[in-house]
């Protein structure tokens, strides 16, 4: 519970950040703050896979707990339908490929998966 607390926390902040920095979400505009949050939790769900042994009490609290916390799902189906609902489907259907690409990209190459050349 306490690394779920750190993670939505640390989720929170960066929505506030991104509002500062680009316009506060409103359902026809591109959804920074969920996008930044999933693509940095994937990435270090990938450090943490490579790093950690899991199912131990380091991996539980940190990837289900604080990443759990961190990364929403839910979030990107609501943005999603908010786009839909909206009459922005290219936008959403660019939004999802977009999370997928980058989060599964940012998986693999923190992970060590993928090397990406110097």
């Known amino acids: 519970a306490v690394g779920g607390a750190i993670g939505a926390t640390g989720r929170w902040a960066i929505a506030q950040l991104t ?3 680009a316009s ?3 359902p026809a505009t591109w959804p920074w703050a969920t996008l930044i949050v999933n693509v940095v ?3 270090l769900i990938g450090l943490a896979a490579r790093r950690l042994h899991r199912y131990t009490t380091a991996w539980a609290f940190t990837v289900t707990g604080v990443l759990g916390g961190f ?3 839910s979030a990107l ?3 999603l339908n908010d786009l839909a609902d909206a009459d922005r489907l290219p936008l959403a259907v660019l939004y ?3 999370t997928l690409v ?3 990209g940012a998986t693999m190459i923190a992970g060590g998966t993928v090397e990406v050349a110097a």
Do not use: L, M, S
Request: with cysteine; aromatic share 4%.
């Open 19 to 21: 509002t500062e920095i």
């Open 24 to 26: 506060p979400h409103q």
């Open 41 to 43: 939790g994937c990435a």
């Open 71 to 73: 990364t929403t799902f």
């Open 77 to 79: 189906a609501v943005e």
């Open 96 to 98: 999802a490929g977009v």
């Open 102 to 104: 980058a989060g599964v």
